[in-house]
């Protein structure tokens, strides 16, 4: 037996409706209400729930205030709070991190009143510019690093399947330092040394400059050799060898010695890890970050210079002393007693017993005088306070020469340079 009866909705079981509902509801089929009644009681009830919920979180949520100090705030160690203000309202932006802010204040205008203000509206409209601007730049750098990344992941596939081999036609290189390469222009060498700096120009042309100890060279490496795999992966501090021709720079060009490698084949000998010296180095370091890498700032041009002009100086001093028939000893850096004054001593412990760094050879020269004419340059520490580190660590002293037997003229014509 069928059922003929017309079914009807009561609009009061829908209770988060914000309109009232309409005076008549069309009748509904009663197969279509069998479908219709178990989803659209949990979809309202899921609704309610929900907006329940975010309600209760909201009312719950204590935005507080951000406080900021031109005087008082630092936008380093700042944390946005009346004691650790930030310095600037722009960074109180930033901290945040997106918009609707929340109240910022500033320093107060008013003079014995409260020592915040709320920002005004015109800074505030302002620095919300300035604020979008710099959260536009970003999503476009984390955008384009995005798509770099998952271009070289596609090229780094690519790479895999690309080989190289030496020419067997060509003349056998002769091995040399990059210190000698000017005498082997138009000729095949190969180099061996750490990559110094290197620069991609688009897929088929790498630039490297390659350091040996004993100097830079400009290498060029084209085609196939700069899409294999150890290609894709190259980094600085790398050790290579490259096989390839000494050409003069172009006209109007310049490189270290004058002069360029045309690689025709390379072998790397040792891989660094990813992202080289900058991992660790760059235009941006401090100080702080120099020193604790020190043994790897000084592979650079300029602080490598520091040890070539220390070896120079104490060079002098020894051809000096050679040229006048001196003898070079090495006295002791180990003592057991003072020289000049317990005041200034390093003072450790040798082996249960007290000792101290030396502050001066000059007894210990004095001694081998019967034997020859004596010079030493040598290690020295004093402990005396100085405005820099560098006054109180130990330092190279070369000690006047101490001749057998000499007046005073005969002395210093004997030490005229």
């Known amino acids: 037996m069928s059922d ?57 949520m204590d935005i507080s205030p951000l406080y900021t100090s ?25 901290h945040w991190g997106k918009e609707p802010f929340p109240t910022i204040y500033v320093d107060t205008k008013e003079e014995g009143g409260e020592p915040f203000s709320v920002i005004s509206q015109a800074q505030m409209k302002k620095l919300t510019k300035v604020f979008q601007r710099e959260q536009s730049k970003a999503d476009g750098k984390q955008k384009k690093d995005k798509e770099e990344a998952e271009k070289r992941s596609q090229n780094l596939e690519e790479s895999k399947s690309v080989t190289i ?19 082997f222009r138009g000729q095949r060498v190969k180099v061996y040394g750490w990559v110094h700096r290197l620069r991609r120009q688009g897929k088929n042309l790498l630039f490297l400059v390659l350091r040996d100890g004993t100097g830079f060279l400009q290498a060029i490496l084209t085609d196939e050799r700069c899409k294999t795999y150890e290609a894709m992966l190259l980094a600085t501090e790398s050790s290579v060898a490259l096989y390839g021709t000494i050409k003069p720079v172009p006209e109007g060009k310049s490189a270290p010695g004058g002069h360029e490698l045309h690689a025709d084949y390379w072998e790397i000998v040792g891989r660094s890890p990813a992202g080289g010296t900058d991992n660790l180095l760059n235009v941006e370091s401090n100080p702080d970050v120099m020193y604790q890498n020190r043994h790897m700032w000084i592979r650079g041009e ?70 020859s004419a004596t010079c030493t340059v040598s290690r ?7 405005p820099t580190q560098d006054a109180i660590s130990p330092n190279t002293r070369t000690s006047r020469g101490n001749c057998p037997s000499s007046h005073s003229n005969s002395y210093w014509k004997r030490w005229k340079i």
């Open 4 to 60: 003929s009866r017309t079914y009807f909705l009561k609009p009061t079981s829908v209770r988060h409706f914000t309109k009232p509902p309409p005076t008549s509801v069309p009748p509904v089929k009663p197969a279509t209400l069998a479908q219709e009644i178990p989803t659209v009681i949990p979809t309202v009830i899921t609704t309610f729930t929900m907006t329940h919920d975010v309600a209760e979180s909201l009312s719950k």
């Open 380 to 386: 020295r520490a004093t402990a005396q306070r100085a």
């Open 302 to 371: 300029n602080m490598s210079k520091v040890l070539k002009v220390r070896h120079a100086a104490i060079k002098a001093f020894r051809d000096h002393y050679y040229e006048r028939d001196y003898v070079e000893v090495t006295p002791p850096t180990l003592v057991q007693c003072q020289v000049e004054g317990g005041s200034t001593l390093f003072k450790f412990d040798y082996f249960g017993s007290e000792a101290y760094l030396t502050q001066s050879s000059q007894l210990y020269l004095e001694t081998c005088i019967p034997a």
């Open 70 to 94: 031109d005087k008082r705030g630092s936008d380093d160690k700042g944390e946005g709070t009346t004691d650790s203000p930030f310095k600037t309202p722009l960074q109180a932006m930033r």
């Open 165 to 183: 081999t030496e020419d067997p036609s060509l003349p056998a290189a002769t091995v040399t330092k990059i210190n000698k390469l000017e005498q």
